[in-house]
């Protein structure tokens, strides 16, 4: 009995293993992505220089982030949480947790690269067969071509079960129409996992008759840059027009797609959850730098209850949020699917790193308006993670459920 409860007891050590992980992530950023930075400096730097005129990255910065997701990959980090038969390390859910939040601590830019968002594999990708394993399964996994997400239309943001978009069968082939919007690294993605629905909702059911297809570049019209602040030059609308594909380009079975990406609905709350926590991290270490050197009327401003109030309630808030998300990556090891406990999570992780996003740009007064300084990027990408995978009000509705009174 005594085995069996060490068993299933929760461990807040970090362990010898993540340490190393989590000390060689350190490296690998001193000394792969921050001569890459250095290296592009303005280009990088200045918004304006970064960005084409339709809000396009220019070419550097897209082969710097290549690059980078490459040399991660090749570190054996980029895509480590995937099994190792595909070429990743198999890492449980809790150390892919940790890795994420660690990165993050580092500040947002390059660094967020390094592992795989949404540009790289996720788990609905390992639904690949056959010939998808070797021609896009492992070379997302290594690195070596990146991916993006088609489920958002303009119409339909989260009632996305209710798409527009649609794929009809014609002999061998499929001839697939329609919108998708907001699809992140769309302008960069060398193929889109692209929902669509097969079967009309009266016959399938509201999640069920939506089937997922692989479709390249050439296959589909990119639309116009959705510049989100905080995600220039990320986002763009796709456009098909009678698209016609394969059977070797379903992923997964037909019909089941929305039911295989909700299984792995709490893995992207995780990780947003999980990079919400680290940047939160860094934004307070960087607040109390500030508070202990910036002076005035005397003394260091962090001597003021005004001040300090600030940056220990927000340590207090995202202590909290980062044990829940250790206890979700936990049930996640587990087998759980974790549905409530994905939704507080993301609910808590974002909310807390915006209202610390802001009051650490309140604490560097003028100097936190500055494009010179990173506190306003926080600021903007803190409002994106409160949307994306779910909003506040999604969360707040999955939770309401689980309680009974929704």
């Known amino acids: 009995m005594a085995t069996e409860n060490k068993k299933q007891s929760v461990s807040f050590d970090t362990g010898e293993e993540t340490r190393l992980i989590l000390d060689s992530l350190d490296e690998f950023i001193e000394q792969e992505v921050k001569p890459i930075r250095d290296e592009l400096g303005e280009t ?51 150390t892919w947790y940790r890795a994420k939040k660690h990165v993050a601590s580092h500040g947002v830019g390059l660094t967020e690269y390094v592992l795989a968002g949404p540009e790289g594999p996720k788990p609905l990708l390992m639904q690949a067969e056959g010939e998808q394993v070797e021609t896009y399964l492992k070379p997302a996994v290594a690195g070596e071509v990146s991916t993006a997400f088609a489920q958002t239309e303009p119409g339909q943001g989260s009632d996305s079960p209710n798409m527009d978009t649609h794929a009809e069968k014609d002999g061998d082939e499929w001839v697939l129409n329609g919108q998708k919007q907001w699809i992140t690294n769309a302008p960069y993605a060398d193929f889109v996992q692209v929902f669509a629905r097969t079967t009309p909702q009266e016959e399938a059911g509201r999640y069920g008759g939506i089937t997922c297809f692989i479709v390249e570049p050439d296959e589909f019209e990119l639309g116009s840059m959705n510049n989100a602040v905080g995600l220039e030059g990320m986002q763009a609308e796709l456009l098909f027009d009678d698209v016609r594909l394969g059977e070797d380009r379903v992923l997964g079975q037909p019909d089941t797609a929305f039911y295989n990406a909700m299984d792995f609905l709490s893995l992207g709350r995780l990780e947003l959850g999980a990079e919400a926590v680290g940047y939160a991290e860094h934004l307070i270490e960087k607040g109390v730098e500030y508070a202990n050197d910036r002076e005035a009327f005397g003394r260091p401003i ?40 994905s939704s507080i999570f993301k609910y808590l992780a974002t909310n807390v790193y915006f209202d610390i996003a802001d009051d650490v740009v309140q604490v560097h007064g003028g100097n936190g308006l500055s494009e010179d300084n990173p506190f306003m990027d926080h600021l903007h990408v803190a409002r994106i993670l409160r949307v994306v995978e779910g909003t506040d009000e999604i969360q707040l509705n999955t939770i309401a459920k689980q309680l009974g009174v929704s």
């Open 44 to 94: 990088w730097e200045n918004p304006r220089l970064r960005h084409e005129d339709d809000g396009r990255l220019v070419p550097e910065v897209v082969d710097a982030i290549e690059t980078i997701r490459k040399k991660s990959a090749d570190a054996g980090y980029y895509a480590m949480n995937l099994p190792e038969e595909v070429g990743g390390e198999g890492v449980s859910n809790v």
């Open 302 to 341: 962090g001597k003021f209850q005004g001040i300090s109030h600030k940056l220990a309630e927000g340590r207090a808030r995202n202590y909290a949020a980062d044990a829940a998300g250790l206890k979700l990556a936990w049930e996640m090891d587990r087998g759980e699917q974790a549905i409530e406990e």
